[in-house]
């Protein structure tokens, strides 16, 4: 299945664009597509991080260990 694309112009400062193609090893084109998949996971990193201490475990850490060996 291929996804529908877009062909966008973006300005962008070059000393940014440098960074990130040096950081993420790739060209343009992927490394402004990487950037687009970060900033879309955001919310689900924001809403993850909201459960934070909110699940309760009943799981016991010493029937655990016992239980690897």
């Known amino acids: 299945m291929q996804l529908e694309e877009?062909?966008?112009?973006?300005?962008?400062?070059a000393d940014l664009l440098e960074r990130a193609q040096k950081s993420s090893g790739r060209g343009v084109t992927e490394t402004v597509r990487q950037g687009l998949r970060l900033v879309a996971a955001g919310e689900t990193f924001r809403r993850v991080a909201g459960l934070r201490g909110s699940v309760k475990f009943s799981l016991d850490?010493?029937?655990?260990?016992?239980?690897?060996?």
């Open 6 to 13: 877009r062909k966008i112009t973006v300005h962008v400062p």
């Open 61 to 69: 850490p010493k029937a655990l260990r016992e239980d690897r060996s």
